[in-house]
């Protein structure tokens, strides 16, 4: 029995032990004895390297990150896997559907994140995240004819807050109004707008100019209508008298405009929106929406690994107690909730856990995708032990102290896996 | 499963078919959602580094004269690229290799032979199933510093194969274990030594779950950055490392990047769409991983 | 530091007269130093061998530096010309921002590249500490003596041992502009602070945003501190800052951080707003300073002579498009000349790297990637001929005539934690300060906390 038999044994399982030895279990026995030593590696440092862990505010950011990405990714991708399973099953086409889905598996993190770097792009002309963010804002709220113009402090015109301009001075009919900005782009400028005309009175209206107080090259005078200078064309102007408009005019191409005598002494008002700023999308990548945004990316690549997993479950169900629901008068949302969830609640258990030690673990993503200035708010544990662990600034201490923790959150799971497998064999 | 008994009345007919129409446009639309990054990339890929930088991939969807196959030629010139791609290559069919051999010998071991504390010794194994890489990264650094395979093919190729072993073990042990003991039986009554009996019967019989283990092992060490950052030869890096060193300038570089990235995602998504059963299949058992 | 980039290896276009700014740079006029030029064929092929190199046949040799793209190319040829000299195998490895990290990775497995171009002093002094670099032989410092002022030689050096070539260098004292929005709106190029912020108010009222901050690499904006903090404090405070002889609380930080809060705290005064610079890498700040017709991003963008790289991207041509002014001057003080530098840097004891040192210490290696264009040497020895256009010849030729009267790249001399890793310490205090001007005093409380810890861990 034993003997020889013994001795094939250890011959077919020497590699296999020997390397595992060598460079798994090795490592985690070297690791957690590290981990209580200083950074010199010779003094004894209790659990300061823990309690490092724990104080110091990168690390620290890097723990409550990948406490956000444990709970939310494997959520995410997991509610999303049951969705789509569910769903493709009443499709014809379900399999296609589900390789599309399933296919970013099969690439590297790498590749993916530069796949993302591009999507993040900030400049809406450029990613296409904030190309249809923009655009489905822009349906909402279009952008105007002078983004940013506004008056110097000589002009006669201030700040009304909200974006919007008032006159310092309520206006009189028969005493032309002046209303100059400047901080137009040349672009900015409509073709056919014409050189701007010195306001003149006329009898019972309102009159006044409004123009572009700038002229090219320089060398006008401030609040003069200069030869040079013109009009801002299409401006809107409300005339407000006690908190009411009671008059509005649109300049014309040389920037005059007239207003009824019931505008006599009303303020004139430029609303916002003559001014404003082209919406600009948001900053994907910027500090307080970088971890979102790589966990959208990593939900891209592994929902496809959860819907197979959910699917392969859902093929195992009974179908008579699905039916049998339904012949009882349920509707899909409650044979869905009351029925199909619960009796795939083992899978669903194992796909999150699966996703959740993954997602722990998780580094090139947050390597590629955080630009660097970002890092650090995108800090996340595995980068961390590669930060601490090499370079001039290096402290193996705390480094070893990162993996030991690591070590520590998969443990459960290791023994979760240990005893399904047990009970599997008996 | 498009099939499903009838329902009773014609209302409730028209209700589910309605449900049926939505549902095909949500899918048909997260289809498309899902896929827009990957055609973004490819798009980028085939426009001058002037068109990218100017505006999105999508312009070119209206304006196909711009795309080109320049910055293909260009990196297919680049020695840093080809060289990478056949390093990738060096690297990769040898973990893969290996990860199978040594995995079946030892599932062999654990499913058919007798030795004292068999089942201990496999759940210790399994246990190590879930230890994450980065915790060997000091460690091994140190460890083949000393043997002199740091900075080698061979140490990478060392490291998958380790870290791949406790899955391959895991996968090859319970599929050898459905082996129906007659069989065994009936060879060892033959004569048959147990390499003989490993050769000839057990290894032809565990074809599928040797191929997913093989496919599995395969896209994760083609796939990976951080071990081939820290343990492979820098002057012969594979083509995640060397693009990775490109992403410093994303912006300026991503007539190389874009590419780069998607040459570098031909074999692992030709090998799955090859090979999805044995992938999906290798996925299922590897949930543990 | 210099992070130049770029991605076509379009040449540099040839300009029209640009040798004003280089006596203005150099804050001295003049005809500045056309020193020893080493008999340099103008505009030929860099073969003049003016250094001896050993045989080294088949000995193979890897060196590391940040560049990709066109830089990568450039410094690619240097190294042939290496090979083609010694007969040595050359091989190039680029890396991220965290060089440091990348070398202690392969430091930890026992085999480091043989030769890192590191880009700050601070990262030179604490390779030196941790015993990585290997101090330069002989033959190396014949050819730093014959061909590196003092100052450059010193900064090489770590307490008296010499380790280390400043091969490429950079002076990150300039402004670039578009002139066209300029021209528009009567705008001249301002030699004083105050002149700066009013010119800034003349293009914003003709309707561009006046400035372009690459807010997303955080160097940009030490360099922004450095150049006001070095003519408003004056070099001495400069040299005790770099030290960390005084605290960043100190009142002359304040200073130059409210004389910065008074340009960055404008509203629309910088391209895409505080938010949009912080995601704006260094090279597209240039580039959106020079494209976009009349309706550019932005009107200035600062940073030093390699911006001329990525200007060449554009269809903007130097010169007449796109022209600079010296770093103006602040509060009375001189107009600051502050550079920065790649130091090469030994890390093995090959023969062969030693050997790269010499050379790299060389005009005949300067010459090379000095063709190629978006490249300063220190080396006075390098014929001014080499370079590939009047504006570039001027800025070396102003350097050289500098002498010793430069101030080095503070963050760059500081430990790599505190200046010169993205997203920590002075990059990361920085971009917060840009978030939020008005904070200084609590920026400065950041940076002091920063600096103080890193120079705890041994800077």
Not at chain 1, 27 to 52: C, H, K, M, W
Not at chain 1, 108 to 125: H, K, N, T
Not at chain 3, 204 to 220: C, E, K, N, R
Not at chain 3, 431 to 441: G, T, V
Request: hydrophobic share 50%; proline share 6%.
């Amino acid at each position: 029995m034993t003997g020889t038999r013994g001795l094939v044994a250890a011959v077919f399982l020497l590699p296999a032990l020997v390397l595992l030895g060598a460079l798994v279990v090795y490592p985690i026995g070297y690791s957690v004895q590290r981990s209580f030593f200083d950074r010199a590696g010779t003094g004894f440092a209790g659990l300061d390297n823990y309690v490092e862990i724990f104080t110091d505010d990168t690390i620290l950011t890097a723990v409550r990150n990948n406490a956000v990405w444990v709970v939310v990714a494997p959520t995410l991708a997991t509610a999303l896997g049951l969705v789509f399973a569910v769903l493709t099953e009443r499709v014809r086409w379900g399999t296609a559907f589900k390789l599309v889905v399933f296919m970013p598996m099969a690439i590297s993190m790498l590749a993916a994140g530069i796949i993302f770097r591009l999507v993040y792009e900030q400049d809406p002309d450029r990613g296409v995240a904030n190309a249809v963010w923009v655009g489905v804002h822009d349906t909402f709220a279009e952008s105007s004819g002078y983004p940013r113009a506004r008056p110097l402090p000589v002009h006669p015109l201030e700040e009304a807050g909200g974006g919007a301009y008032v006159t310092k001075e309520p206006v009189r009919a028969g005493t032309p109004a002046r209303l100059p900005l400047v901080g137009v782009a040349p672009a900015d400028v409509p073709d056919d707008a014409r050189p701007a005309r010195e306001p003149r009175p006329a009898p019972g209206a309102v009159t006044g100019t409004a123009w572009l107080d700038f002229t090219k090259g320089g060398g006008g005078t401030p609040n003069a209508v200069d030869a040079r200078e013109v009009g801002l064309k299409g401006l809107r102007i409300e005339a407000v008298r006690d908190g009411r408009v009671v008059a509005t005019a649109t300049a014309a191409a040389d920037g005059s405009f007239t207003l009824p005598a019931a505008a006599d002494g009303a303020l004139l008002w430029l609303p916002e929106a003559n001014f404003r700023e082209p919406y600009n999308g948001v900053d994907w990548l910027g500090p307080t929406l970088v971890t979102p945004a790589v966990i959208g990316s990593y939900v891209w690549m592994w929902a496809g690994f959860a819907m197979v997993l959910i699917a392969a479950g859902l093929a195992g169900l009974p179908r008579e107690l699905l039916e049998a629901a339904r012949v009882d008068g349920a509707n899909e949302w409650q044979v869905f909730r009351r029925v199909t969830v619960p009796l795939l609640a083992p899978v669903l258990a194992v796909v999150l856990v699966t996703l959740m030690i993954n997602v722990l673990k998780i580094f090139d993503l947050v390597f590629i995708i955080a630009p660097g200035s970002v890092q650090d708010d995108a800090n996340v544990l595995a980068l961390q032990l590669y930060r601490s662990s090499f370079g001039t600034d290096a402290h193996l201490g705390v480094g070893s102290a990162i993996s030991v923790l690591l070590l520590l959150l998969v443990i459960p799971v290791m023994f979760f896996n240990i005893r399904r497998i047990r009970k599997a064999g008996r | 499963m498009g099939s499903r008994t009838a329902p009773a009345s014609p209302a409730s007919r028209l209700a589910s078919r309605l449900a049926g129409g939505v549902t095909q446009v949500f899918l048909v639309v997260v289809a498309l959602f899902w896929l827009m990054p990957t055609v973004g990339l490819l798009l980028s890929s085939l426009r001058s580094p002037s068109d990218i930088s100017g505006s999105g991939w999508w312009e070119a969807l209206t304006a196909p004269a711009q795309l080109t196959a320049d910055n293909y030629a260009a990196i297919l010139r680049n020695d840093t690229i080809t060289d990478s791609l056949l390093s990738t290559v060096m690297i990769t069919v040898p973990a893969t290799v290996l990860v199978v051999v040594i995995g079946s010998l030892a599932g062999y071991a654990f499913a058919w032979m007798e030795f004292p504390g068999r089942d201990w010794w496999f759940l210790a194994v399994v246990g190590l199933l879930v230890v994450p890489v980065q915790v060997a990264l000091v460690p091994v650094s140190k460890l083949f510093g000393q043997v002199g395979v740091f900075e080698t093919t061979l140490g990478v190729v060392l490291f998958h194969t380790a870290f791949g072993l406790p899955f391959a073990i895991f996968l090859l042990r319970n599929f050898f274990a459905e082996i129906p003991r007659e069989l065994l039986e009936a060879a060892r009554l033959d004569g048959a030594g147990e390499i003989r009996l490993f050769a000839r019967v057990v290894l032809p019989l565990g074809g599928p779950a040797i191929a997913s283990l093989g496919i599995f092992q395969f896209l994760w060490v083609w796939n990976d950055m951080l071990v081939a950052l820290i343990f492979a030869d820098s002057d012969a890096p594979p083509i995640t490392v060397a693009l990775q060193q490109q992403v410093r300038q994303f912006g300026n570089n991503i007539d190389v990047l874009a590419p780069g990235a998607f040459v570098s995602m031909v074999v692992p998504l030709a090998v799955f769409f090859a090979f999805q059963r044995q992938f999906v299949s290798g996925v299922m058992a590897g949930a543990v991983k | 530091m210099m992070r130049t980039t770029a991605r076509k290896r379009r040449t540099v276009v040839a300009l029209a007269a640009a040798g004003a700014l280089a006596l203005a740079v150099a804050g001295c006029g003049g005809d500045g130093g056309d020193e020893g030029g080493s008999g340099g064929d103008a505009g030929g092929e860099g073969t003049t061998q003016t250094v001896r190199l050993p045989k080294l046949d088949g000995q193979r040799l890897q060196v590391v530096a940040v560049w990709t793209g066109p830089e990568q190319e450039a410094f690619t040829k240097v190294l042939k010309e290496f090979e083609k000299r010694t007969g040595a195998r050359v091989s190039y490895v680029p890396t991220q921002d965290a060089m440091l990290n990348y070398i202690g990775t392969k430091i930890a497995g026992g085999s480091p590249p043989d030769v890192a171009m590191l880009q700050q002093v601070g990262a030179l002094r604490q390779a030196v500490e941790r015993k990585w670099a290997k101090p330069a032989g002989a033959e190396t410092k014949a050819q730093l003596a014959k061909n590196y002022s003092r100052g450059w030689q010193d900064l090489g050096a770590v307490d008296g041992t010499q380790y280390g070539v400043y091969f490429k260098t950079a002076n990150k004292s300039l402004i670039w502009y578009n002139t066209a929005v300029f021209d528009n709106a009567g705008a001249s190029e301002p030699k004083t602070w105050k002149e700066l912020l009013t010119t800034a108010e003349t293009i914003s009222a003709s309707g561009v945003t006046p400035l372009s901050v690459g807010g997303a690499d955080g160097w940009t904006l030490t360099d922004w501190f450095e150049n006001v903090y070095l003519s408003q404090a004056g070099p001495e405070k400069y040299d005790r800052l770099a030290k960390h002889e005084i605290k960043w609380t100190d009142p002359s930080v304040t200073r130059a951080l409210t004389t910065l809060a008074g340009l960055f705290g404008k509203p629309d005064t910088i391209a895409g707003g505080a938010a949009g610079a912080l995601q704006t890498e260094f090279p597209t700040s240039v580039t959106q300073t020079f494209t976009g017709g009349d309706r550019p991003k932005a009107a200035m963008v600062f940073e030093g002579d390699f911006v001329s790289i990525n200007i060449a991207q554009t269809e903007a041509k130097l010169g007449t498009d796109a022209k600079v002014f010296p770093f103006p001057a602040v509060d009375g003080g001189e107009p600051p000349v502050v550079t920065g530098g790649d130091v090469a840097v030994a890390l093995t004891e090959k023969p062969a790297a030693q050997a790269l040192l010499t050379f790299l210490a060389s005009p005949d290696a300067a010459a090379v990637w000095a063709a190629q264009g978006g490249f300063l040497s220190p080396n006075k020895s390098l014929d001014p001929a080499a370079y590939p256009n009047d504006v570039q010849r001027g800025i070396a030729k102003a350097l050289i005539a500098a002498g010793d009267d430069f101030r080095f790249d503070m963050s760059d001399q500081m430990p790599q934690s505190f200046g010169g890793t993205p997203g920590k310490g002075e990059w990361k205090a920085l971009q917060d300060f840009l978030k939020n001007p008005k904070d200084i005093a609590g920026t400065q409380a950041r940076l002091e906390a920063d600096a103080a810890k890193a120079y705890a861990n041994g800077g």
